[in-house]
């Protein structure tokens, strides 16, 4: 998906129109290199490079064509032609914009777009083995692929529990899922039937915990959790289900980037 501005699109259009005001005006006259110069350069290279971002590539094409004539100073070139060949170029916008899909994304949504990581910084600076997940599952809910951003926010949060997991020596022989009932178990246990790393990260588990049961509390009735793995049962969620699922699995995820003890 390619991202471009309404506004520099049709500016682009202004300049086309601009120009065949311009030289309209001098008929058949022949353009001295300056002239030929500074509309190739200044004026179409920009509007080429704005119609490639807008996907509208025939004309990008075309406007490359022109640009290629006005650079080649050893032909005579008039300001009626560049006209004609603007005027064509009009024509080929309007015939291919026909055929050309445009996907809307709302001011509000398109913060997803323009930051993916904006809010996950510091979790995919430690936790780069997630961060393509972490930012799919912002540019999925900012384009209202709901289900997708909760697919990609739960693979970042099941890499999250693993290394909650192999922390206290929990993660098991199928790492994932299933290892948040034997961080409880370990929550839940006496002060003093804890070893003593269980004791020096009592408090980092009892800070995580409570993100992870709000993260299965929203997948709750559409995604069974069977042999440590998720199975979706139905991938219809809210933008308000997605949104709690990914906040909770940002902070859980920001909390363990800060706190969770690095290897040695």
């Not at 015939?95 to 949504?109: A, G, K």
């Not at 246990?189 to 408090?203: A, G, I, P, V, Y």
């Not at 699922?245 to 969770?260: C, N, P, Q």
Request: hydrophobic fraction near 40%; aromatic fraction near 10%.
């Amino acid at each position: 998906m390619e991202q471009f501005s309404g506004e520099k699109l049709h500016d682009a259009f202004q300049v086309i129109e601009r120009l065949i005001c311009q030289f309209g005006q001098m008929g058949h006259v022949e353009l001295i290199s300056e002239m030929r110069q500074g509309v190739e350069k200044e004026s179409l290279f920009g509007v080429e490079g704005i119609f490639k971002s807008s996907g509208l590539l025939v004309s990008a094409e075309t406007v490359y064509e022109l640009r290629t004539e006005l650079a080649n100073l050893w032909t005579i070139v008039t300001a009626s032609y560049v006209v004609s060949r603007l005027q064509e170029i009009q024509r080929n916008v309007r015939r291919e914009m026909r055929n050309t899909v445009f996907f809307y994304i709302s001011p509000d949504d398109a913060r997803w777009f323009e930051r993916p990581l904006g809010e996950w910084e510091e979790a995919a600076e430690r936790f780069r083995e997630v961060a393509n997940d972490m930012q799919e599952s912002s540019l999925c809910f900012g384009s209202g692929r709901y289900a997708g951003a909760v697919f990609h926010a739960l693979l970042v949060a099941e890499f999250g529990v693993i290394q909650l997991a192999k922390l206290f020596g929990v993660a098991g022989d199928k790492p994932g899922w299933g290892a948040i009932r034997r961080l409880q178990d370990i929550a839940e246990r006496d002060f003093k039937d804890k070893t003593q790393l269980e004791r020096h990260n009592e408090q980092l588990l009892k800070d995580m915990l409570p993100f992870l049961a709000t993260i299965q509390k929203n997948w709750r009735h559409r995604i069974a959790h069977v042999d440590n793995k998720l199975v979706w049962e139905s991938t219809t969620f809210t933008p308000q289900v997605a949104r709690e699922i990914i906040s909770s699995t940002r902070i859980f995820m920001l909390h363990l980037a800060a706190d969770l003890p690095r290897p040695s």
